[in-house]
């Protein structure tokens, strides 16, 4: 909002600098000049500053003094003088009271005549060793020259737009001044866009054109008998001025007030919609903690529940494994019976091989072998569901006998036992544990019962 309101007033002040530029003088460089005549006000022996506003078509004629805007000479040796040279650029040429020359000509350094307003300011500078010649531009100083023997002091014509040769300016003009003290750089940069009212210390003559005649609105220098009309041009000045900064004044404090009431609703808007953000996000916060708290709850129920089967799981784990060690250690028992009777019964030389085959059997069938292991693999079987699906889902490439291995390595049998329920040897019962730590992606260092005990 801020940004918008400086933005209007720049273009304000752009279009009022636009304003002001266009009260001019319009030259045609053709016989078309201003002539003040003579006055000693205007023959200034000391420090001087002379300066215009001025936009240029075009020079008009090969000689340096080609586009004259300001001049106060008589013939070639005395004076003062400010213009255009051939070249465009600004020239500030000043009397030479030496026989040699005629003129000491300070030149600047940028082109203007480009059609575009320009401020262009000659200073004579006399303090010091060694007087100095300065030529500004647009505020900014672009050349200075030594003018060792200056010759100021003229009982000339004052023109503005012509010269004693006839050299006219074309182009508009404005704000011609004329002051008898050297300004200095920071007074010529502050007064580029200054309207001064005439009072100003060592202001000598000030004109400020009116657009569209060929006037001007004030003309004021020290030699003027009528000192009243002097004294009432500038109350007139004076008053004009302070209206128009009054009113000035009034319409910046109502635009002021506006941009505050603005503001001020602009903050009202503002809060309200504070208030109803903080509102919603209060009730989207109490229904999140309402949601939050259900959800701790529930799963605050889902744990115990979790641990309650988790218990109930390792008695049934416990009570199956002393199960287990217990069928396991009949098992080695009846076999190693068996194995004992056998070799008794091998000793004797006379008994065939087809009886020993049906001793064994028979044996075997007495001790009830077969009828424990099969009873091993079904309490194997009962170890729990959730196990073996987890295992499963995991691992979909084990096999049922695999799945019984692993049931088996959870309920903590030894080698020897798993060889005995499974009826294979204790190297077979080894390689069978290996093959399964591969397929499960278990590393040789690691404990096989460890990781499966996670699927419990």
């Not at 465009?88 to 003129?103: E, K």
């Not at 210390?201 to 020290?222: I, M, Q, R, W």
């Not at 030389?349 to 072998?369: C, G, M, T």
Request: one cysteine or more; charged letters at 25%; a positive charge.
């Amino acid at each position: 909002m801020k940004q918008l309101f400086i933005c209007i007033i720049l273009l304000a002040l752009s279009f009022a600098k636009t304003v002001n530029a266009q009260a001019a003088l319009t030259f045609d460089g053709s016989n078309n000049y201003k002539n003040f005549g003579k006055s000693s006000a205007f023959a200034i022996s000391g420090d001087l500053t002379v300066e215009a506003k001025l936009k240029s078509k075009s020079v008009l004629d090969y000689c340096p003094l080609a586009s004259n805007i300001i001049e106060n000479k008589h013939g070639n040796s005395n004076g003062y003088w400010l213009g255009i040279d051939t070249s465009g650029h600004a020239l500030f040429s000043v009397g030479c009271s030496n026989a040699d020359r005629f003129s000491y000509d300070v030149i600047g350094t940028s082109s203007i005549d480009d059609e575009k307003w320009h401020h262009i300011s000659g200073v004579i500078n006399t303090s010091g060793p060694n007087p100095t010649a300065m030529i500004y531009v647009d505020g900014v100083l672009e050349n200075t020259l030594p003018i060792p023997n200056p010759l100021i002091l003229s009982n000339g014509t004052f023109y503005i737009g012509s010269d004693v040769w006839s050299y006219f300016h074309q182009g508009d003009l404005n704000d011609v001044r004329l002051w008898k003290r050297a300004l200095s750089s920071t007074e010529i940069s502050q007064n580029l866009d200054n309207n001064l009212v005439g009072n100003e210390n060592g202001l000598v003559a000030l004109y400020h054109f009116a657009e569209g005649t060929s006037d001007y609105k004030a003309f004021l220098h020290s030699t003027w008998d009528d000192k009243k009309e002097i004294k009432r041009r500038l109350s007139a000045i004076k008053k004009d001025k302070e209206f128009a900064e009054e009113e000035k004044e009034q319409a910046e404090k109502e635009k002021k007030l506006a941009v505050i009431k603005k503001e001020q609703a602009e903050h009202r808007l503002i809060i309200v919609g504070l208030i109803a953000i903080s509102l919603t996000i209060l009730i989207i916060f109490l229904r999140y903690r309402g949601v939050q708290s259900k959800k701790v709850i529930l799963k605050q129920a889902l744990l115990e529940t979790a641990e309650q089967e988790r218990k109930i799981l390792t008695l049934t784990v416990q009570q199956e494994n002393r199960n287990v060690k217990a069928l396991s250690l009949e098992l080695i028992f009846k076999k190693k019976i068996s194995e004992t009777i056998l070799k008794k019964m091998r000793e004797f030389e006379a008994i065939s091989k087809a009886d020993l085959v049906s001793l064994e059997i028979f044996i075997q069938n007495e001790l009830d072998i077969k009828s424990s292991r099969a009873h091993l693999q079904n309490q194997m079987g009962e170890l729990s569901s959730n196990f073996y699906s987890g295992l499963k889902i995991n691992h979909p490439n084990l096999t049922e006998l695999e799945l019984k291995l692993a049931g088996m390595v959870v309920m903590k049998m030894s080698n020897k036992e798993i060889a005995v329920s499974k009826n294979t040897t204790l190297e077979s019962s080894k390689k069978a544990k290996n093959r399964l730590k591969k397929k499960l992606n278990v590393s040789s260092e690691d404990n096989l019962a460890s990781y499966l005990n996670e699927f419990l």
